[in-house]
């Protein structure tokens, strides 16, 4: 007679095959899934290799592969059979991986098993959001992944990630996700207030979110691409959540900027993607993407939309360097942004813009202060009453658009002398103290300058008198496209635009006969200095061929 042991080891045995029976059979499972016919997220993942972890192991070196053309990464080796779990979840034959897609509630997730300690890798993809569905459920059932990925679910991650904005700064502004149907947390609102508004409005009784209580040690890697999270979503206590975080993919969402990473986050994540989203370099918040210990994932995807640029975004790094260079060659109390980048063999270039209005300035500062190439320079509403420091020390700079708006210039005499006005696009001299120009300097700008864009001399004290209305007057007419503000180009006392003034009303007969005499006579000086010329030159042709002489000038050459 077989003993009782043997008799539990048979039955335990027989249980075993009848249950891989019923696998085998089913009309909706399989114990082989081929994996290309897997719901499977294709983004960017990653791999470990070595011994299986047992659970509380610190695993502390990892194997990362990374396929740049968006592809899961499996290795086959180990994981070629998947086992379904019911119409949402499959799991490797190994119990390693979880992939669950198109889950709606937490009733389509599989009962917890025993053998769910092992998985260290989830992956979630369409995830619609319930109040009974958050990221927490899984943490319940696979409490020892190493990877999460919760992708294509925009509703479900902004839920979670406002709950941790709400948990940790609760008077934050969320409104950017009103698109998603959330309820916005007014920046007004008290925190006790706000975190009420949140819990008795979206997180019902039953709720997973468990505030302070939730963290997630494990995870090491979190995937929340193809989100749709903008900036402000995306809550810089995420570490809280995930202290042990090392990698965070974050691409193809609508961000722009992370906002203030705390020191003590960047020290612990050393991998990041950002591809494919409309990043915003000009702003301090993703310097940090160029600090040693970071490495970009994807690297050659993840560009700048601003600066603006010329035909396609630039590169990320590249962009960012170049504005630290603009930055660290400021060395004056002023602003100096890019305002415009360019690529030109392989090289990014920049329009930089230096802002020193409202600064106190009663000079223009040294040029060794400001960034080379400075293409826009502003001096708006300072104390600044001449222009002979531009004139003699900005040659070399490159300076294309210069502001210097409510200021004192009285005088443009040394631009004359300065062939920086052959060169420049816009220069604005709004509300100075001009009362004259040289029109000659103005008509020989507008006929040799091919860069102009705009001159604005409005809000000046302009004298008008018969020469104002017979040349400066003449000269706004002619060039009106280029003149801002031209009906605000006035007469000092009158106001009149000196666009309309009339001559009859500014010169009298005598003025306007001697102005005529004046070009009567030139015209006549004219006509001889031609004849004299012309007469000189037949004479010329005539005694060569006669007498085979050359003119005296044309021997001595």
Known sequence: MMSTVVKFKIFIVIGLILCNMKLSN???????????????????????????????????EWDFDFDLNNNLQIDTKNHV??????????????FEIINCSGLISKFDLPPIQSNFNSVRKGIFSKVTANQDLGVQEFFKIWPHL?????????????????????????????????SLGIESINKSSSPSSSREKLRTSDWTEGSSWKGRNFVWHSVRYLNFSANELHSKSFPYTLMKVFPNLILLDLSKNNITTLGNIPQQSLNQLHFIDLSQNPLDCTSDDLEWVDRPNITLINLNLTFCNKPPHQNKPKPILQTIRLIKKVKSECRVNCSCVIDYIWEQDKVIHS????????????????????????????????????????????????????????????????????????????????NNNLTEVPTH?????????????????????????CRTVSTFKVWLLQYAKFIKNIEEV????????????????????????????????????????????????????????????????????
């Not at 059979?81 to 190994?94: K, P, S, Y």
């Not at 209005?357 to 500062?365: A, E, L, M, N, V």
Request: glycine content about 2%.
């Open 490 to 557: 006035q007469c000092e006392r009158t106001k009149n635009q000196i666009r309309y003034l009339k001559n009859e009303d500014w010169c009298s007969e005598d003025e306007v006969s001697q102005i005529i005499e004046l070009l009567d006579l030139f015209s006549i000086f004219l006509a001889c200095c031609i004849f004299i010329v012309i007469t000189k030159v037949l004479y010329d042709y005539w005694n060569f061929k006669r007498n085979g002489k050359v003119p005296w000038l044309v021997s001595k050459m």
């Open 26 to 60: 089913s009309g909706t499972t399989s114990s082989e899934i081929p994996l290309d016919s897997l719901p499977l997220w294709h983004n960017n993942e990653f791999v470990y290799s070595g011994q299986k972890s047992t659970i509380g192991e610190e695993r502390d």
């Open 351 to 430: 329009k930089t813009a230096v802002n020193c209005s409202s600064r106190g300035f009663t000079d223009f500062p040294d040029p060794e202060t400001l960034p080379k190439p400075t293409d826009t320079l502003y001096l708006n509403n300072n104390e600044i009453h001449s222009i002979a420091k531009f004139v003699n020390t900005y040659e070399d700079l490159g300076i294309r658009n210069l502001y210097l708006e409510n200021n004192g210039i009285s005088d443009l005499n040394l631009l004359e002398t300065f062939d920086w006005i052959y060169s420049f696009q816009v220069l604005s001299l709004r």
């Open 146 to 178: 190493e990877s999460l990925s919760v992708v294509e679910s925009p509703a479900m991650t902004q839920q979670f990630l406002r709950n941790i904005w709400a948990e940790y700064a609760p008077n934050y502004d969320f409104s950017e996700s009103n």
């Open 441 to 465: 300097m103005l008509e020989n700008i507008m006929r040799e300058n091919n860069w102009i864009y705009l001159i604005d001399l409005s809000l000046n004290d302009w004298k008008c008198d």
């Open 81 to 94: 059979n998947w086992i379904q779990l019911n119409d949402f979840c499959w799991i490797d034959e190994n």
